[in-house]
């Protein structure tokens, strides 16, 4: 199995910052995309941030030029930089994954048991 965990949220005031990881560990061959979602209570969970194994980032709309997304290959390791924290980012972060594992012939994808990101003064 591959097992993936998050680390690094809890409260902040508004104008803050955050650095979330997501660790992933396991019967791990190849990691393709990775990628941060965020689910608010009574809405869906949405696409914050993902990256490619060759570094290419995308972001929601809503969080461009506050939060950078970057991973560490040699680590199976992701990391979400939040900086400038609104109310509105507050939510439950899940990492996921797209992991190939050892002795598998096909990707799936994985997910993170999620963390807590509460932005109130």
């Known amino acids: 199995q591959v097992q993936l965990v998050e680390s690094g949220g809890g409260l902040v005031q508004p104008g803050g910052s955050l650095r979330l990881s997501c660790a992933a560990s396991?019967?791990?061959?190849?990691?393709?995309?990775m990628g941060w979602y965020r689910q608010a209570p009574g809405k869906q969970r949405e696409l914050v941030a993902d990256?490619?194994?060759?570094?290419?980032?995308n972001y929601a709309d809503s969080v461009k030029g506050r939060f950078t997304i970057s991973r560490d290959n040699a680590k199976n390791t992701m990391y979400l930089q939040m900086n400038s924290l609104k109310p509105e980012d507050t939510a439950v972060y899940y990492c996921?994954?797209?992991?190939?594992?050892?002795?598998?012939?096909?990707?799936?994808?994985?997910w993170g048991q999620g963390t807590q990101v509460t932005v109130s003064s």
């Open positions: 396991g019967n791990i061959f190849s990691i393709n995309a």
């Open positions: 990256i490619t194994s060759s570094g290419r980032t």
């Open positions: 996921n994954t797209v992991a190939r594992r050892s002795g598998s012939t096909s990707y799936r994808s994985y």
